[in-house]
């Protein structure tokens, strides 16, 4: 089984500036990893994921990923930040085998604001 | 990908009342999922949409409350039966293609229910 753990439930951040959301992971088993993005009032857009190969992946709005095994982490991070990114952000990840392995578990949400 | 089309987008239901709430997918996807998700907290899965057959729900869910339709591979549909103040939450549908996990979400659902 799977388990996520977002580090951080809220993250204030001002325009420009770089952040990293936090995302910690366990399994037995391999994963692929997740990170969405829901804004205010929408439903979930799938921002990047890791499935195999290079460990840092890159995403819509200049998001990126890396994957480290060996700490369990697949930290998002955006070097300058906009008003716009403010939205809830979600980690998941999902084991390569059948059966109950294959449901995404979801991290609990990290909540990006950024102001003026 | 694939876009998915929910109806309502938003309702405001009586206690005691079930809405039905539709999701339609533009391309064939192999799984479809319904999705709860409360104020101000993370997606809990409410059930796994099977073509033709009875969905697979999660602990805590049961299909008396949660009745769910999937008669062909792009379209499903979720009841909630009897609802009450502790219903009211953001329904999302979604659904995944391939064996990667990657799921593509509707807008949700927001019910409200007095």
């Known amino acids: 089984a799977q388990s996520v753990t977002q580090l951080d439930s809220q993250v204030p951040v001002f325009e420009e500036a770089p952040v990293e959301l936090r995302c910690n992971y366990s399994?037995?088993?391999?994963?692929?990893l997740f990170w969405y993005v829901q804004y205010p009032n929408q439903g979930l857009q799938l921002l990047l994921k890791?499935?195999?190969?290079s460990t840092l992946v890159k995403g819509i709005n200049g998001f990126e990923a890396e994957f480290n095994k060996s700490q369990t982490s697949f930290h998002l991070r955006k070097p300058s930040v906009h008003i716009s990114d403010t939205a809830e952000y979600f980690c998941?990840?999902?084991?390569?085998?059948?059966?109950?392995?294959?449901?995404?578990?979801w991290g609990l949400g990290t909540s990006l604001a950024v102001n003026p | 990908s694939a876009v998915i089309s929910q109806k309502p987008s938003r309702d405001i239901c009586q206690r005691g009342t079930s809405l039905t709430i539709q999701c339609q997918v533009d391309?064939?996807?192999?799984?479809m999922f319904w999705y709860r998700q409360q104020p101000g907290q993370s997606l809990t899965l409410i059930a796994t949409?099977?073509?033709?057959?009875?969905?697979?729900?999660e602990s805590g869910f049961v299909i008396d409350k949660f009745p769910i339709s999937r008669p062909n591979l792009t379209f499903s549909t979720l009841t909630v039966s009897n609802m009450s103040p502790e219903d009211s939450s953001i329904y999302l549908c979604?659904?995944?293609?391939?064996?990667?996990?990657?799921?593509?979400f509707g807008e949700g659902s927001r019910l409200t229910v007095l």
């Open positions: 890791y499935l195999s190969g």
């Open positions: 399994s037995s088993v391999s994963v692929y």
């Open positions: 979604s659904g995944g293609t391939g064996n990667t996990g990657e799921l593509f």
């Open positions: 998941a990840v999902r084991g390569h085998n059948a059966g109950n392995n294959r449901k995404l578990i």
């Open positions: 949409a099977n073509q033709g057959s009875e969905a697979t729900y």
């Open positions: 391309s064939q996807v192999t799984m």
